[in-house]
């Protein structure tokens, strides 16, 4: 007997290449995750595939070969899911992640199917869909968990296709993560961390001449959003797009420590 959950989601601009790695065969991303069912170990299976090419979805699967409830197996495959999604928009900085359904059910005393949809693909360059695969497949293979509410902000900031909406949640993580001593929200606390990570030619940390204020690019920028600067929307736009890749980096440093 065994018990299984099956997911689609929709994922652009990821493909699973053939690479010399363990947990990659034929197109599919396959490991197992040790987890304690009622106080013994049980062995999950996680895999995804590809299913359907031309609208970019993808096949989740959550198995175990123990005949398993509803309410033992369904709490861990959430949170396996939710980790091996957030390792693909973590690796992968073109990703557009979507959110899961779940199209298969097969637990004791319950086995269901459910209805699906689409979305839309785009295609990255072989070369560097291998080397972004090697470092999700190492991910993976670690004993770090993506699973918690950081990973999954980032994750739902890389999925904005505007740039203005993905640069300020991607600050905001870092507003969340560094914060003063009284435990509140402090954007010289944010500029200390980017100082300590960027090197000046980068971070630009100095009293700006037309607001009178001393801070990083990086802030600079966020603030032209929240608070008036005498600069135009495609000033800042354009800016934010030269500095996202930077503030992607940082904030992966960050939920990282």
């Not at 493909?15 to 010399?20: A, E, P």
């Not at 990659?24 to 299976?45: H, L, M, Q, W």
């Not at 009284?182 to 990570?197: A, L, P, T, W």
């Not at 009178?212 to 000033?235: A, D």
Request: charged share 30%; proline share 2%; net charge neutral.
């Amino acid at each position: 007997m065994s018990s299984m959950i099956q997911y689609k989601v929709p994922i652009k601009n990821f493909k699973i290449l053939n690479i010399d790695n363990s947990i990659v065969n034929n197109g599919k991303i396959s490991y197992c995750k040790e987890r304690t069912i009622d106080e013994k170990k049980a062995s999950i299976n996680v895999s995804v595939q590809m299913k359907e090419n031309e609208n970019n979805i993808f096949i989740l699967e959550v198995m175990s070969k123990e005949d398993l409830y509803e309410r033992e197996l369904m709490p861990i495959a959430t949170k396996l899911i939710n980790d091996l999604l957030n390792k693909i928009a973590f690796c992968y900085p073109l990703a557009r992640v979507g959110e899961p359904w779940i199209t298969q059910l097969d637990f004791k005393q319950k086995k269901t199917e459910t209805s699906e949809m689409l979305c839309s693909m785009s295609i990255n360059a072989e070369d560097s869909d291998k080397k972004l695969l090697e470092s999700l497949c190492e991910q993976i293979q670690g004993s770090k968990d993506l699973s918690f509410d950081y990973y999954t902000i980032f994750r739902a900031a890389m999925n904005n296709e505007d740039i203005v909406v993905k640069y300020m949640f991607l600050y905001q993580i870092l507003l969340s993560r560094h914060v003063n001593k009284d435990g509140r929200e402090s954007q010289k606390s944010v500029d200390e961390f980017i100082k300590s990570n960027v090197s000046e030619d980068k971070h630009m940390y100095q009293k700006w001449e037309d607001t009178g204020y001393e801070e990083t690019i990086y802030t600079r920028l966020r603030n032209q959003v929240g608070h008036f600067r005498q600069k135009t929307s495609s000033e800042t736009r354009n800016a934010m797009d030269t500095k996202i890749n930077e503030l992607i980096d940082l904030v992966k440093k960050s939920i990282s420590f």
